[in-house]
């Protein structure tokens, strides 16, 4: 993903998000592999974020997270890019999602939902079932297989929750996932700043 060569050491943390509601915490299973909370490796980016890698026998797992402009006032927005690298057959890519202690809420979409107080709006989310198969026949961010291999149940949303469970990844092959957190006062509307063009969002995390 990056040439970790030029790049400065920083301490590894979890890829917790806090936002105003609480943190927004990440669980990540691959091919049977559950992978620990903190990194193996992190390094700081000069945009502010920071990349993160955990390497296991049969995959690596790079995370690109960090804060990008949302084009909306008073949103701010953090997104969370996963790259799987497949060194063996990979038999499936979960990713979890949990703003935790979320207040129940009525605006909940096929891979987004929002959350909010009297004091604050959350939202989270990321690609749905759709635009995974669309990447895929594009060649891009997933691998060409995908297309007939994700079902319309890929995303599922339990409250405060999204989980995406995704195909195998063959060896040779990555695929990427990405989830946005954005949030504002009450009274905002920061649901449409987690609806996100994930390549210009990486490249303005990676430059």
């Known amino acids: 993903m990056l040439d970790?060569?030029?790049?400065?050491?920083?301490?590894?943390?979890?890829?917790?998000?806090?936002?105003?509601?609480?943190?927004?915490?990440?669980?990540?299973?691959?091919?049977?592999w559950d992978v620990p909370a903190r990194p193996e490796l992190t390094w700081g980016l000069e945009?502010?974020?920071?990349?993160?890698?955990?390497?296991?026998?049969?995959?690596?797992?790079?995370?690109?997270?960090?804060?990008?402009?949302?084009?909306?006032?008073?949103?701010?927005?953090?997104?969370?890019i996963l790259r799987v690298l497949a060194r063996e057959d990979v038999g499936e890519f979960v990713v979890r999602a949990e703003l935790a202690g979320a207040p129940h809420?009525?605006?909940?979409?096929?891979?987004?939902?929002?959350?909010?107080?009297?004091?604050?709006?959350?939202?989270?989310?990321?690609?749905?079932a759709e635009l995974l198969r669309r990447c895929s026949r594009a060649g891009q961010h997933v691998p060409p297989y995908w297309s007939r291999l994700v079902g319309g149940d890929a995303v599922e949303r339990t409250g405060g929750r999204l989980t995406w469970r995704l195909p195998r990844i063959d060896r040779g092959d990555y695929a990427e996932l990405w989830v946005s957190v954005a949030w504002s006062a009450a009274g905002g509307d920061p649901g449409r700043a987690v609806d996100i063009d994930a390549a210009r969002v990486l490249r303005e995390l990676t430059q």
């Open 4 to 32: 970790t060569e030029v790049l400065s050491r920083t301490a590894p943390r979890a890829l917790d998000v806090g936002t105003p509601l609480g943190d927004v915490r990440f669980a990540v299973r691959v091919g049977g």
């Open 47 to 80: 945009s502010g974020a920071r990349l993160c890698r955990w390497r296991h026998s049969s995959v690596r797992l790079d995370v690109v997270s960090g804060t990008t402009a949302s084009g909306l006032p008073g949103v701010t927005r953090e997104t969370t």
């Open 105 to 128: 809420e009525d605006r909940i979409w096929e891979s987004a939902f929002t959350a909010e107080t009297a004091d604050a709006v959350v939202s989270v989310g990321g690609p749905g």
